[in-house]
């Protein structure tokens, strides 16, 4: 329990957190003064914290009263996404991974990395390359390259400009090549990789598409390049993606 004498040697992150701890469900704003008391914090550091909480869209100020801001909120729906996405895909992962016997991932696009949110290991080789709360670079994974494929081209000109860093010898790095590609992953549902993001690598993905037709996540199947065919394995990953799709769907709310 925090109490007045509590600041001598809490960090600054602890001292934010008191002052998001300070509201209630019931606050309708809250004037620095009152924040600081609850905080158990100094007036003068908690309007500090409260001027970069507000230049930075985790606090808002409507005349002298302080509330969460829009950005908290923003932060929470990403948390509860992958949450959400998590709890529906495991089953079909885990099923997913006894017909191939190779390891299953969930991941999701954030910018031009792909992040796995959930894994499920499979008898295969090797160790995964991605972990959980891992990323990698989109353009060089067929889990990426999934999820590239349905981006907007507004949305997927910026990735493209940024530039396409090798991670290996056969990693595409020529924009056009890649824009190719992820036209003919449009047009099978599946992605493909060899060695591209690490040697003797392989991986086929499928996109888990929204009911608009955007991709939500990808769920692939990995293990080691010459004891996994992507293009065997690459039906049993669409109908996976498929049925991911369809059980979104059916639980929007979820």
């Keep these: 329990m925090r109490t007045a004498d509590w600041t001598a040697t809490v960090s600054v992150l602890d001292r934010i957190t008191a002052v998001f701890d300070a509201f209630g469900d ?30 930075q869209r985790f606090l808002e100020r409507d005349g002298d009263r302080l509330f969460l801001g829009l950005r908290l909120f923003e932060f929470a729906q990403t948390v509860e996404r992958p949450r959400m996405l998590r709890r529906i895909a495991m089953p079909v992962m885990t099923e997913l991974r006894d ?9 999701v696009l954030d910018g031009a990395d792909v992040v796995c949110i959930a894994m499920v290991r499979g008898e295969s080789t090797g160790s995964p390359l991605l972990r959980i709360g891992g990323r990698l670079p989109a353009h060089a994974t067929a889990t990426g390259k999934a999820m590239l ?56 993905a499928s ?6 037709g955007a991709a ?39």
Aim: net charge negative; aromatic share 0%.
């Design 149 to 204: 494929a349905y981006l907007p081209r507004d949305d997927l000109d910026p990735v493209l400009a940024g530039g396409l860093p090798g991670r290996t010898d056969r990693t595409i790095r020529d924009p056009d090549l890649l824009r190719r590609q992820l036209a003919e992953v449009r047009r099978l549902g599946v992605a493909t990789e060899l060695g591209e993001c690490a040697d003797d690598r392989a991986c086929a």
């Design 26 to 55: 019931e606050d309708e704003g809250l004037g620095v003064s009152e924040l600081a008391r609850r905080a158990h914090l100094p007036k003068s550091t908690v309007s500090r914290l409260a001027a970069d909480l507000v230049a």
């Design 207 to 212: 996109p888990i598409l929204a009911p608009g």
């Design 99 to 107: 017909a191939t016997g190779h390891s299953v991932s969930l991941s």
């Design 216 to 254: 939500i996540a990808a769920v692939a199947v990995a293990g080691p390049e010459g004891v996994l065919a992507p293009e065997r394995v690459a039906p049993a990953v669409r109908a996976a993606a498929s049925a991911l799709g369809r059980r979104l769907a059916a639980n929007p709310g979820d």
